[in-house]
């Protein structure tokens, strides 16, 4: 926000007329709910095992099918930000996004190791959760980003 009050938008004409032209908003537009969805099913699953000890099997596919999306998302993310913006990452209007979504990358990517180093599930299903904590985070990061997206005309 400017001091005045006024909204400062998050895209120029130009960028806007590059977001809208691309095909990796559509593909971007299609991944963030599928990994919603797939977000939803594997707390679901993590949360059951760790309540209840079953199901660990169906809990680690959930939690890598989840991590396999979120790299996805996140190298097509990359892409449309070069397209948009001119860079691929850490462009001025999703700064805070982005350096949120290195802090998901990372815990993901801290699941798969603990998953390859054989610690417990219960460790393995600790970070997994830090994980989705984190992606909530991230998530509500860009719902926020694209609602002003919306609001607030080019």
Same mark, same amino acid.
């Given at each position: /926000?400017?001091?005045?009050?006024?909204?400062?938008?998050? !895209?120029?004409?130009?960028?806007?007329?590059?977001?809208?032209?691309?095909?990796?908003?559509?593909?971007?537009?299609?991944? %963030? +709910?599928?990994?919603?969805?797939?977000?939803?099913?594997?707390? %679901?699953?993590?949360?059951?095992?760790?309540?209840?000890?079953?199901? !660990?099997?169906?809990?680690?596919?959930?939690?890598?099918?989840?991590?396999?999306?979120? !790299?996805?998302? /996140?190298?097509?993310?990359?892409?449309?930000?070069?397209?948009?913006?001119?860079?691929?990452?850490?462009?001025?209007?999703?700064?805070?996004?982005?350096?949120?979504?290195?802090?998901?990358?990372?815990?993901?990517?801290?699941?798969?190791?603990?998953?390859?180093?054989?610690?417990?599930?219960?460790?393995? /299903?600790?970070?997994?959760?830090?994980? !989705? %904590? %984190?992606?909530?985070?991230?998530?509500?990061?860009?719902?926020?980003?694209?609602?002003?997206?919306?609001?607030? +005309?080019?």
């Amino acid at each position: /926000m400017s001091t005045t009050g006024d909204r400062v938008p998050i !895209y120029t004409p130009e960028q806007r007329a590059r977001r809208d032209a691309t095909r990796w908003t559509v593909v971007q537009g299609v991944l %963030a +709910p599928v990994q919603f969805a797939v977000f939803g099913v594997s707390l %679901a699953l993590v949360l059951r095992f760790l309540w209840t000890g079953d199901g !660990y099997a169906l809990a680690t596919g959930s939690v890598i099918l989840k991590t396999a999306i979120l !790299y996805a998302i /996140m190298v097509t993310g990359a892409i449309w930000e070069k397209v948009v913006f001119g860079r691929y990452l850490l462009a001025p209007a999703f700064f805070w996004e982005d350096v949120v979504s290195f802090g998901v990358i990372a815990l993901h990517t801290l699941y798969l190791l603990a998953l390859g180093l054989g610690w417990s599930a219960e460790a393995q /299903m600790t970070v997994a959760l830090a994980a !989705y %904590a %984190a992606y909530v985070v991230n998530a509500a990061q860009f719902l926020r980003k694209l609602r002003l997206a919306r609001m607030v +005309p080019a």
